[in-house]
């Protein structure tokens, strides 16, 4: 806005109040179309008390998996035993394209700290209700996942303190390294003392307009604080939302309170409308995802092949074009000897 302002100046007197009433026109427009963000609660893809019907029937919209259990305060993902898997998943897959999960946790148990594990994770998945190693469910999973990892399982940790969420984008091809606590596939994340608090503990994922936002609210004061942020993330429409938790030699209770998922409705300009095309296949952008590289590097050979081919035909051409002048000159200055 101050570099219009500054335009104006040595402009007419009345060319100068036309501008900055444009100015606040545009400040105006601005402010508008910021309030224009709105939010609805989509009731399709949230859990929230008394979790009525939830598991049990069939019109129900989630579905349980392995030790989860639902009380009227709670969907307790694990209890605070050892070996335990539980998880949550919604049936109905989120064409959203922009949309806020604000996610009301607890995690408690009896052990001491870093006594306790494994930690839970939220999903935004291709694929739905299968277990498997990472926080309760499958491995090589297509599309997001958010973690509150509460057990450094690597000796050797650099700057991460435990309890640690992070989030992880993956296509497939993607492994996240249990031993490591997915510290190489991580996009980002922030330390977060979550566990046996007394308060409500929350944290929200915001993706709008291909950003991934993940911000927490864990000390009671009613506060967002920045835990990631990271642009150009591109996840495919249709996916599912869910929640799992495990514990192993380590444990502790894994309790869902709500998720509560809105509808952001942003406006976009034609520019960013056209930069933000439909995606099949989850990526991020100035990254390369395992799986990637091979069809990159296909084509980049296939690339070198079309160009050696057509240098090749160029030469050729060339040459006959030469050979066909040197003949005539030959003939020429032969007839022109004799
Ligand atoms: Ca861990």
Redesign the pocket.
């Known amino acids: 806005m101050a570099a219009v302002g500054e335009r104006s100046v040595g402009m007419s007197c009345r060319s100068g109040r036309l501008w900055s009433r444009v100015v606040l026109l545009a400040v105006w427009m601005c402010s508008t179309a910021a309030d224009q963000t709105e939010e609805y609660l989509k009731r399709e893809h949230s859990l929230s008390k008394p979790y009525q019907g939830v598991g049990s029937s069939s019109s129900s919209l989630w579905d349980l998996m392995g030790s989860v259990l639902v009380t009227p305060q709670y969907v307790r993902l694990t209890p605070d035993l050892q070996s335990t898997q539980g998880a949550v998943w919604n049936r109905m897959p989120c064409y959203l394209r922009d949309w806020e999960l604000q996610v009301h946790f607890k995690v408690h148990g009896q052990g001491k700290k870093n006594l306790n ?3 839970f994770a939220i999903w935004f998945t291709k694929d739905r209700m299968q277990a498997g190693s990472v926080f309760g469910s499958k491995n090589n999973f297509v599309g997001l996942g958010v973690f509150v ?1 509460t ?3 690597e000796e050797k940790q650099h700057e991460r303190i435990f309890p640690y969420v992070s989030a992880m984008v993956s296509n497939g091809s993607l492994s996240y390294d ?1 031993t490591r ?1 997915g510290r190489s596939t991580e996009l980002g994340g922030c330390t977060a003392m979550v566990r046996n608090l007394n308060h409500d503990t929350f944290f929200v994922i915001r993706y709008v307009k291909r950003r991934l936002t993940i911000m927490i609210d864990i000390d009671g004061k009613q506060e967002w604080k920045d835990c990631l942020d990271v642009a150009g993330v591109r996840l495919p429409r249709g996916y599912y939302f869910g929640a799992s938790a495990a514990t192993g030699d380590l444990s502790d209770n894994h309790d869902i309170i709500s998720l509560k998922l809105y509808q952001l409705t942003v406006e976009r300009t034609p520019a960013e409308e056209k930069m933000d095309k439909e995606v099949f296949i989850p990526s991020v952008d100035n990254m390369k995802l395992p799986g990637m590289d091979d069809h990159e590097e296909s084509m980049s050979g296939f690339a070198l092949f079309l160009i050696i081919f057509f240098s090749l035909i160029g030469m050729i051409f060339v040459g006959v074009i030469l050979l066909i002048v040197y003949n005539k000159w030959h003939e020429s200055s032969r007839k022109h000897f004799y």
Request: aromatic letters at 12%; charged letters at 35%.
């Open positions: 594990g494994d930690g990892d057990y450094p399982n249990h606590d």
